[in-house]
């Protein structure tokens, strides 16, 4: 599982201001059907980085979308708040968003 800073590393080439990972838990019946599988028990979280520019925010998405981290192909997009969420500073910058498979945010990998 990726960590804050790994995210950030991972995006170096696109001028993260911040990244934060968002965990989810995986449901009770998912973790029984793995057992039952015998199947390694990997968590889904998604993963979001603040990058600086629109710019930055679109090449992100077009180079780094696909991309295997960890042994696992992440998804890259923009993130968009949900309407009526309020930005804690109306000046901060975009928030690019990567979704992950294993542990991270919205990136697919974590």
């Given at each position: 599982m990726l960590?804050?800073?790994?995210?950030?590393?991972?995006f170096k080439d696109y001028s993260p201001s911040s990244a934060k990972i968002a965990l989810r838990p995986i449901p009770r019946f998912m973790v029984k059907k793995l057992q039952a599988r015998g199947e390694p028990r990997?968590?889904?979280g998604f993963g979001f980085v603040t990058l600086g520019s629109e710019?930055?925010?679109?090449?992100?998405?077009e180079e780094m979308n696909g991309k295997e981290i960890e042994g696992r192909e992440i998804a890259v997009k923009v993130a968009i708040d949900s309407p009526g969420k309020?930005?804690?500073d109306p000046n901060a910058p975009l928030e690019g968003g990567v979704e992950g498979e294993?542990?991270?945010?919205?990136?697919?990998?974590?």
């Open positions: 960590t804050h800073n790994q995210l950030l590393e991972i990997k968590g889904r710019e930055m925010q679109k090449k992100a998405c309020e930005d804690e294993n542990g991270t945010g919205e990136a697919n990998a974590a």
